[in-house]
């Protein structure tokens, strides 16, 4: 027989559920909100913890409000949108320093500090992904569902910026004609949208956008940060110090986001990227802004780190900005063999820069701040700066 459960929601955790607590058992409750008072289904035990389903809010919490978006709770998109943003922020400073101390074992420098910006908590994205399905009743055109691999067809979505909005819209009135078309991205530059491939109600062309002075290209299916409104932020606090100096790095370096800022302080940048179409955007944006100092190099951040390509203890500076899985145990111990002076790690995932944070602070490098920001409200994700020197 189903087990319910009457539980009071003490606060949200990575991942966006809520958690409360039952004869000392934690119990895992999706959309619900810190301060609720709910009614939940069991629908998986495990030793010392149960997940649950949402039945009935018997009581709502003070942060608890209505989601704007009609789809919100089939979409998988969001998973915050029914939780007052103060909240999301606090409980997304949470995550950072909760999760840098339970699996990374480490001892924060000081506060985490946030940098969210509540005046865009929608209309912010300038990238998206498009899933198409064909049916018996026509082309869905949306996104995946909450924790499944099924297209919720989504007419509008509020999180994109209003002109990558229109071009979804546009995008969607073309979906009868695009059978063939299992996926669409689509994003948003300064003064124009595109896709990817090109569709008649959008075009497809290659994007620009300034951020803190500098000129980027880019394309709707090449790796480019989200948030048109927190973007120079991020840049600012993973590039500006006092720090100069001769060699430095830029890992996974996508369009050159960061390896151009680095050029203005030190003398030669070396920027790895695998993606050899992101490669060829790094190339031509430093020649664009006149950053002669970023050498590009087409291949695998971790191999390229693994055959220890410079002289260990050359480099000045090393700054890298992972996908979801982090950097990796083996490729965070070639890092730190190449003993670089100072470390900056940006990271969209708490758990994988825990972890690897920890194979650097063992290596002997001590970790000297850490910044978390928010371009991506509405959701459990969150973004992360650690700046490390070596001891």
Request: charged share 25%; hydrophobic share 40%.
């Amino acid at each position: 027989m189903t087990e319910t459960l009457e539980v009071r929601i003490e606060k949200l955790v990575y991942g966006g559920d809520g958690l409360g607590r039952v004869e000392g058992r934690a119990v895992f409750v999706s959309g619900t909100a810190p301060g609720d008072l709910v009614r939940a289904r069991v629908v998986e035990q495990k030793k010392g913890f149960a997940r649950a389903e949402l039945v009935e809010i018997v009581e709502p919490g003070p942060s608890r409000r209505e989601a704007p978006c009609p789809v919100y709770g089939r979409c998988g998109g969001c998973q915050l949108q029914h939780v007052d943003y103060a909240t999301q922020v606090e409980a997304k400073t949470a995550f950072v320093r909760e999760t840098l101390e339970r699996i990374g074992r480490l001892t924060l420098p000081g506060e985490v500090r946030m940098h969210a910006d509540p005046s865009h908590e929608f209309g912010y994205r300038v990238r998206a992904t498009a899933h198409l399905a064909a049916t018996r009743e026509g082309v869905i055109f949306g996104f995946f569902g909450a924790r499944s691999h099924r297209i919720v067809d989504v007419e509008s979505c509020p999180l994109l910026v209003p002109d990558l909005d229109a071009a979804w819209r546009r995008a969607r009135g073309e979906r009868g004609g695009l059978h063939r078309v299992k996926t669409l991205d689509l994003a948003a530059g300064d003064s124009q949208v595109a896709t990817d491939p090109p569709i008649a109600a959008v075009g497809g062309a290659e994007l620009e956008t300034e951020i803190e002075g500098v000129r980027y290209r880019f394309s709707p299916s090449v790796f480019f940060q989200t948030n048109r409104h927190l973007l120079g932020a991020l840049v600012r606090g993973a590039t500006e110090g006092e720090e100069t100096g001769g060699l430095a790095l830029d890992l996974f370096a996508g369009v050159g986001l960061f390896a151009i800022p680095l050029a203005r302080r030190f003398e030669r940048v070396v920027a790895v990227e695998g993606d050899s179409r992101a490669a060829a955007f790094t190339r031509a944006n430093a020649r664009a802004n006149d950053a002669s100092a970023v050498d590009v190099v087409v291949e695998p951040v971790e191999h390229w780190l693994e055959r220890e390509p410079v002289e260990p203890g050359s480099i000045d500076h090393a700054l890298l900005d992972p996908p979801r899985a982090g950097l990796g145990l083996d490729a965070t111990r070639a890092l730190a063999r190449l003993a670089p002076r100072r470390v900056v790690y940006v990271s969209c995932d708490p758990s994988t820069l825990a972890r690897d944070l920890r194979v650097l602070v063992d290596a002997g490098y001590t970790l000297e701040s850490v910044d978390a920001y928010d371009p991506f409200p509405q959701t459990y994700h969150v973004e992360t700066i650690a700046k490390l020197g070596i001891r």
